[in-house]
């Protein structure tokens, strides 16, 4: 039963995909290598996208960039498609060499 307090569904409300599932998926190599998590954490465009508790998970005391790429494409994907558009976004913005990485692994 819908309550006051949730939003009307929206496009942008809508589950990641499978399609950019697999694309952050086969970027992941890239990603570790070529960037820092929480640079990318830090510059969302969206700073409401992750929750306090996501972003302990995420940053963790004494994890490798790997472990933390690992939380962060764990998370990243139960936040909808506006999550992956969001993503993009900030990717294109900090390190657009990534952004064409994201581009050939969509074909």
Not at 28 to 56: T, W
Not at 84 to 99: D, G, S, V
Request: net charge neutral; charged share 35%; glycine share 4%.
């Amino acid at each position: 039963m819908a309550t006051g307090t949730q939003k009307a569904a929206s496009p942008d409300d809508e589950p990641m995909d499978d399609e950019h599932r697999n694309i952050l998926r086969r970027c992941r190599e890239a990603f570790v290598k070529d960037m820092d998590p929480v640079q990318v954490l830090r510059e969302m465009v969206d700073p409401h996208l992750f929750s306090a508790e996501e972003k302990i998970k995420i940053k963790g005391n004494g994890l490798t960039r790997e472990e933390q790429w690992e939380n962060l494409l764990e998370i990243l994907p139960r936040k909808g498609a506006k999550a992956y558009k969001t993503f993009q976004k900030t990717i294109a913005e900090i390190h657009p060499h990534l952004e064409t990485t994201i581009l050939k692994a969509g074909k």
